[in-house]
């Protein structure tokens, strides 16, 4: 396990890099989750069999998560959790285990709003942009300075969220793509859809990830 410098505190993280990783996916949780998340475990080890590297980190400390269990404030405080997210981007480029694999992100929940905002603010240093049942509208502003090819995945039956990511997607102005997974709620619970998200992300980041690299 990792102890990750980000600004004021350190968070943990679990760093696996497979044998010649095409790239690192780091992964930025969403409302109320951690690294230990079922489902962003699921999609990881889908991307490890891709050949791709993954950190999953907690984006707020154990006493943040105390307190926001109870009032439910900063996990939508985008900005701080992109601010930490860029942080830890920048921590890992400088681990020699690393350097040389292009970074990309997958966000969910309120997670996909942080990595589009961090993704803006670092410009073409990220390769590339997953969002799993997001909500990219939180970037506001950000979304048109995103520079990294995102891929936006959200649940049919979904609704609120498909349409707050139809909305997003029209602001984007990078290379992107919006894929709705057929019968597929916001937790992607229903048989083969979770397995749907990683087949779509370990696509889009092989595709983006090496090519960058």
Same mark, same amino acid.
């Given at each position: ?42 999609? $990881?080890?889908?991307? #490890?069999? &891709?050949? !791709?590297?993954?950190?999953? *980190?907690?984006?707020? @400390?154990?006493?943040?998560? +105390?307190?926001?269990?109870?009032t439910a ?10 601010r930490r ?7 890992? $480029?400088?681990?020699? #285990?690393? &350097?040389? !694999?292009?970074?990309?992100? *997958?966000?969910?929940? @309120?997670?996909?709003?942080? +990595? ?17 049942g997001g ?6 502003? $950000?979304?048109?300075?995103?520079? &990294? ?65």
């Amino acid at each position: 396990m990792l102890q990750i410098p980000a600004s004021e505190v350190t968070l943990p993280g679990d760093l696996e890099i497979p044998a010649k990783a095409g790239g690192l996916v780091l992964f930025a949780h969403g409302s109320g989750s951690s690294r230990r998340s079922p489902r962003n475990q699921a999609v $990881a080890e889908t991307l #490890r069999e &891709a050949g !791709l590297a993954t950190l999953l *980190f907690d984006l707020l @400390t154990p006493d943040e998560e +105390a307190a926001d269990a109870c009032t439910a404030h900063l996990r939508f405080d985008i900005g701080l959790l992109s601010r930490r997210l860029v942080r830890v981007t920048e921590e890992i $480029a400088n681990d020699p #285990r690393c &350097a040389s !694999l292009r970074v990309g992100y *997958f966000g969910a929940s @309120t997670g996909g709003a942080a +990595a589009l905002r961090a993704a803006a603010a670092l410009g073409t240093r990220i390769g590339a942009v997953v969002s799993r049942g997001g909500r990219p509208d939180l970037a506001g502003d $950000a979304l048109a300075y995103v520079k &990294a090819p995102t891929l936006l995945i959200v649940g049919e039956r979904d609704e609120e969220v498909l349409r707050l990511n139809e909305r997003a997607y029209t602001r984007l102005e990078c290379e992107k793509s919006l894929a709705v997974v057929p019968r597929a709620t916001h937790l992607f619970q229903e048989p083969g859809a979770l397995e749907e998200v990683a087949r779509l992300a370990a696509e889009w980041f092989r595709k983006h990830l090496r090519a960058a690299g």
